[in-house]
């Protein structure tokens, strides 16, 4: 009876341990696959982190790159819009001198008829040296008066006003000016109104 009673009990306790053991083995493995879930998940979360880190590093080099040609369109805009601005005032400067100087220049002519008519020689010279003193201050404005009276005929300088036919000069030379003409720098802002001579039709 003791002997059965031994068995049952030895096999009652293999039987126990068979099953903790069993219980042990079920346990780990479910906390191995439960880590292999979570590797994966953590890999998979891993790679598309990377891709993610990846599409925004792109991202924000194509942004940078829109900015700088951005940067850049708009830098040579305003480079652009600096030069015309300064051209147009330079222009606009120009034009205000040479409408001063245009409405200026028909007082020059009246000293060459005013010295026509005058019989004193104190007077003349006082005359000759007021003309004399704005000529200069004119040519220091970047004025200067066109010769003409002995000159080939240019019509980029000159307007013929008359011709005459003289037979010891040249063809084409200016004999006379009738109205003085001036170039402001280099610029022609009044022609030269002459008489040339024509020995040929």
């Known amino acids: 009876m003791k002997n059965k009673e031994q068995d049952n009990l030895e096999n ?3 039987c126990c341990q068979n099953k ?3 219980k042990d ?4 493995q479910k ?8 590797c994966q998940c953590e890999k998979s979360q891993n790679v598309q982190n990377d891709q993610n880190l990846n599409l925004n590093q792109d991202a924000q080099e194509n942004d940078y790159k829109e900015y700088l040609e951005l940067a850049k369109r708009i830098q040579a805009e305003f480079e652009n819009f600096r ?12 034009d205000g001198e040479i409408s001063v100087i245009e409405a200026f220049l028909p007082c020059l002519d ?5 010295k026509k008519s005058i019989t004193d020689q104190a007077v003349l010279e006082g005359i000759e040296m007021i003309e004399n003193n704005i000529i200069q201050t004119l040519n220091k404005l970047g004025v200067e008066k066109i010769d003409c009276v002995g000159k080939p ?3 980029n300088l000159h307007n013929v006003i008359a011709v005459m036919k003289v037979e010891d000069k040249d063809n ?12 402001f720098k280099d610029k022609v802002i009044r022609y030269s109104k002459v008489i040339v001579n024509k020995k040929e039709d």
């Open 172 to 183: 084409d030379i200016i004999l006379d000016e009738y109205q003085a003409g001036y170039k």
């Open 20 to 22: 903790c053991h069993c």
């Open 83 to 94: 030069k015309r601005t300064y051209f147009d005032l330079q222009k606009a400067k120009e």
């Open 12 to 14: 009652q306790k293999k």
């Open 110 to 114: 009246t000293f060459k008829v005013a």
């Open 25 to 28: 083995h079920d346990l780990k």
């Open 31 to 38: 906390i191995e696959e439960q880590c292999k879930e979570n």
């Open 153 to 155: 005929y240019d019509h």
